[in-house]
């Protein structure tokens, strides 16, 4: 049996017309002589009624502070009623199909809720069901814990469902449907000039992914690359072939971001707080701010550290408690609101003279400050305020001739 996994998003799935464009694709790929995997998100985006971002308002509205495994149980509500409708669609066209939630599908997660990591998939019944001509057509997003406790994967995890599935189901290919025509040079909703990438190494699109290109969670570039199955990432309202994700970048030894091009894609990250805290013993302050921020469960990023300051960035929403937490140790501590991360990613960057010269170049022509930057062998970001981020994008992709 050659299995096809068809992963389509919020918009692929948000009305009846759309549906049979999805309908359409699944069709397609039985034509080709696949068994098709349905996996679909929940419906339409923020303020739309059955969207994720909908639910979580709902469940806010009754207390801003609800327990993280009540609002998994809201947010499990979205992908059920999509996956009800898409199956009734697709049933409605004359295909047999089941829906099934994560855990019908034998996807099991520990029980971190709001971001569940899969422990193991059971994917018996999915194959007794493609073994009997069913399309099953399963939740994205969700899991359940071996307590029979409801979970989510992260925000944006359909993507996660479907590379887990396509892996323990062997499958051939996994194809996440969307509304672009695949991975671009960046969000086209900030850069109208921005390119479609044709075919783009796991490594590399996993380093976009973290850096913010929220067109593919990374966590599922990461399960599809350790069985090297391909990814293709393509649009639902086209017929354009999409960004293929897979090994074949010349010179991809699969552990970090590795191709011919110097830049690759600008990405940004916003809702980012600084944290710079004065000292005169950066050594042990380091020491304690850092142990403080791990114990409260707060995550860290553009890390520097000089003689007499600390510098870091945070989450915003965790802003005002990590302040609290270091002001409670007695720090002098400057909170910097309103920060975004910008970044340039590109495997060919490594070694080669005069990348950071032409980032910084671009952000000072257009006048941006620079609050921070950090670099690796194939990426470069700074810190910017958010008024700015749009501009430094854009300038960046401009400067590194993305568009060309
Ligand atoms: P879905 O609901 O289909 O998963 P998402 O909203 O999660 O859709 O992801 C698709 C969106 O990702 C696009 O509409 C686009 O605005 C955004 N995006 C951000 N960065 C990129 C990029 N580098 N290439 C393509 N799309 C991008
Ligand atoms: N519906 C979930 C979200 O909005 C999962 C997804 O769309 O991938 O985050
Ligand atoms: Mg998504």
Redesign the pocket.
């Known amino acids: 049996m050659r299995i096809i996994v068809q992963k389509f ?4 799935v948000a009305s009846p017309e759309v549906r049979q464009l999805v309908v359409k694709k699944i069709n397609r790929a039985k034509e080709q002589g696949y068994a098709p995997v349905v996996v679909v ?1 929940a419906m339409g985006r923020k303020g739309e009624s059955y969207a994720t971002d909908t639910l979580i308002e709902v469940a806010r509205t009754a207390n801003k502070n609800i327990a993280a495994r009540e609002l998994d149980q809201i947010m499990y509500c979205g992908e059920m009623i999509s996956a009800v409708v898409m199956a009734g669609t697709l049933q409605a066209n004359g295909l047999d199909a089941v829906m099934l939630t994560g855990g019908q599908a034998g996807i099991m997660t520990d029980t971190n809720f709001n971001n569940a990591r899969i422990m193991k998939i059971d994917s018996a019944h999915i194959i007794r069901l493609l073994k009997q001509g069913k399309t099953p057509v399963v939740c994205g997003f969700q899991g359940m814990s071996a307590e029979g406790e409801l979970t989510t994967l992260g925000r ?1 995890g ?2 996660t469902t479907a590379s887990a599935l396509g892996g323990a189901l062997n499958a051939e290919l996994i194809e996440i449907y ?3 025509d695949g ?2 040079t ?4 900030i850069v109208s000039n921005a390119k479609i990438l044709d075919c783009i190494s796991y490594s590399e699109v996993c380093q ?1 992914a973290h850096q913010g ?3 593919i969670h990374p966590r599922a570039v990461e399960i599809a690359m350790q069985k090297s199955i391909p990814l293709v990432v393509k649009s639902t309202f086209s017929d354009a072939p999409g960004t293929l994700i897979t090994n074949i970048n010349k010179g991809d030894t699969g552990g970090t971001a590795v191709s011919d091009r110097i830049a690759t ?1 600008v ?1 940004y990250l916003a809702n980012i707080a600084q944290i710079k805290i004065a000292t005169n013993n950066a050594s042990d302050a380091s020491f304690k701010a850092f142990k403080t921020m791990a114990e409260s469960g707060i995550s860290v990023d553009l890390i520097n550290v000089n003689p007499g300051q600390i510098m870091f960035t945070i989450s915003e929403d965790v802003a005002d408690r990590a302040t609290d937490k270091l002001l409670q140790l007695g720090f002098k501590v400057d909170t910097v609101y309103d920060c975004a991360k910008v970044s340039v990613v590109g495997g060919g960057m490594r070694e080669v003279p005069g990348v950071m010269a032409n980032f910084v170049e671009a952000l000072s022509k257009n006048n941006i400050q620079i609050l921070q930057t950090v670099d690796s062998h194939t990426s470069i970001s700074v810190l910017v305020k958010k008024a700015d981020m749009h501009k430094s994008v854009t300038a960046l992709h401009e400067k590194f001739s993305l568009s060309n």
Do not use: E, N, Q, Y
């Open positions: 998003g919020g918009t692929s998100s944006g359909s993507d969307t509304d672009v991975i671009m960046a969000d086209p909703r976009l290109a929220k067109v894609g990405t």
